[in-house]
């Protein structure tokens, strides 16, 4: 009876030992021959990986197609209403984007965690100390999202399907950039939410996509926010000052009210009215799946927006 009691428990450990993930646990010593990739990330840490990464947990819902694309196996993701596709719904949450739950996080028992840059550094120092790899990952603007599909491709191993992705992508947004009058527009671009309205730089996803064309962002030295380096507060005087030919509006929040609220200011207040942007009609509310968050593998699309808000029949 002993003996079986005994055997029972080393077969309840054996079953135990074989469902857990293996951990990615350097060796005390591993030689550079050993080492899957060295790779740097956008804080300028340089990070080794002993092992491929085969459970990869991102805090940011627009790392997934990207990553996804590339080869790279994720178990767990943020929540998110705007950019969650179909095959990430069944995968493990970690949280709601602006609060990541730690307890959830370890819990998927990742081999790394891809961590969104300006948001989430403040969870690298429990990743430290639980020995789990991390990347800090900015993907705002287009070249952020090159640069971020080559250093995923990297982790999945497949450096190829990595190139060929921007290639396609680059080839795409010069089409678009090159099918639009050469105009020196003059754009601001305003970001509304509950809490209020700030404009943004060129830093940011609208603001850089601006750039892209050529145009000029009215905002463009401006001192930015203290805690937001691509926003600088909002002032209705500045804006009338700066006479922009274009106002673009990214939002965060329910579109339909924030766009009935901004309307009826327009309209109530006769500032608005010595706009350029205003009286020739040229005011336009950007998507959030494309202007809120990183657009990703859809920075084309983006791109083919604000040009199409513009300049319809080209």
């Given at each position: 009876?002993?003996?079986?009691?005994?055997?029972?428990?080393?077969?309840?450990?054996?079953?135990?030992?074989?469902?857990?993930?293996?951990?990615?646990?350097?060796?005390?010593?591993?030689?550079?021959?050993?080492?899957?990739?060295?790779?740097?990330?956008?804080?300028?840490?340089?990070?080794?990986?002993?092992?491929?990464?085969?459970?990869?947990?991102?805090?940011?819902?627009?790392?997934?197609?990207?990553?996804?694309?590339?080869?790279?196996?994720?178990?767990?993701?943020?929540?998110?209403?705007?950019?969650?596709?179909?095959?990430?719904?069944d995968i493990s949450s970690v949280g709601?984007?602006?609060?990541?739950?730690?307890?959830?996080?370890?819990?998927?028992?990742?081999?790394?965690?891809?961590?969104?840059?300006?948001?989430?550094?403040?969870?690298?120092?429990?990743?430290?100390?639980?020995?789990?790899?991390?990347?800090?990952?900015?993907?705002?603007?287009?070249?952020?999202?090159?640069?971020?599909?080559?250093?995923?491709?990297?982790?999945?191993?497949?450096?190829?399907?990595?190139?060929?992705?921007?290639?396609?992508?680059?080839?795409?947004?010069?089409?678009?950039?090159?099918?639009?009058?050469?105009?020196?527009?003059?754009?601001?671009?305003?970001?509304?939410?509950?809490?209020?309205?700030?404009?943004?730089?060129?830093?940011?996803?609208?603001?850089?996509?601006?750039?892209?064309?050529?145009?000029?962002?009215?905002?463009?030295?401006?001192?930015?926010?203290?805690?937001?380096?691509?926003?600088?507060?909002?002032?209705?005087?500045?804006?009338?000052?700066?006479?922009?030919?274009?106002?673009?509006?990214t939002s965060m929040g329910n579109v339909?009210?924030?766009?009935?609220?901004?309307?009826?200011?327009?309209?109530?207040?006769?500032?608005?009215?010595?706009?350029?942007?205003?009286?020739?009609?040229?005011?336009?509310?950007?998507?959030?799946?494309?202007?809120?968050?990183?657009?990703?593998?859809?920075?084309?699309?983006?791109?083919?927006?604000?040009?199409?808000?513009?300049?319809?029949?080209?």
């Open positions: 009876m002993i003996e079986k009691f005994f055997v029972g428990i080393l077969i309840a450990g054996l079953l135990v030992t074989a469902c857990a993930p293996e951990k990615n646990s350097p060796p005390a010593q591993v030689t550079q021959a050993q080492v899957f990739a060295t790779v740097t990330d956008d804080a300028g840490r340089q990070v080794t990986l002993v092992n491929k990464p085969v459970r990869i947990v991102v805090t940011s819902a627009g790392f997934l197609e990207p990553m996804h694309a590339v080869g790279c196996q994720i178990v767990g993701r943020p929540d998110s209403k705007n950019q969650m596709p179909d095959w990430a719904r709601q984007v602006y609060q990541i739950d730690t307890e959830r996080l370890i819990a998927c028992q990742p081999d790394l965690v891809v961590v969104n840059a300006g948001m989430n550094e403040k969870l690298l120092p429990l990743l430290d100390e639980n020995k789990i790899p991390a990347l800090v990952v900015e993907m705002k603007t287009f070249d952020d999202v090159k640069r971020g599909l080559k250093l995923f491709a990297t982790l999945s191993g497949d450096v190829d399907a990595g190139d060929k992705i921007v290639r396609d992508m680059d080839a795409q947004v010069k089409s678009i950039v090159d099918g639009v009058p050469k105009k020196n527009l003059r754009v601001a671009i305003l970001h509304s939410t509950a809490q209020g309205v700030t404009v943004q730089l060129d830093g940011s996803i609208a603001g850089s996509i601006a750039k892209m064309f050529g145009w000029t962002n009215v905002a463009d030295g401006m001192t930015p926010l203290e805690k937001n380096p691509d926003a600088a507060p909002y002032s209705l005087e500045t804006l009338a000052q700066q006479n922009p030919d274009v106002i673009f509006v339909d009210e924030i766009k009935s609220n901004m309307l009826k200011a327009i309209e109530s207040n006769d500032a608005w009215q010595t706009i350029t942007a205003v009286k020739q009609n040229r005011l336009y509310f950007l998507p959030q799946d494309l202007f809120l968050l990183s657009p990703g593998l859809r920075y084309p699309e983006a791109v083919r927006t604000m040009a199409t808000l513009i300049y319809p029949d080209k």
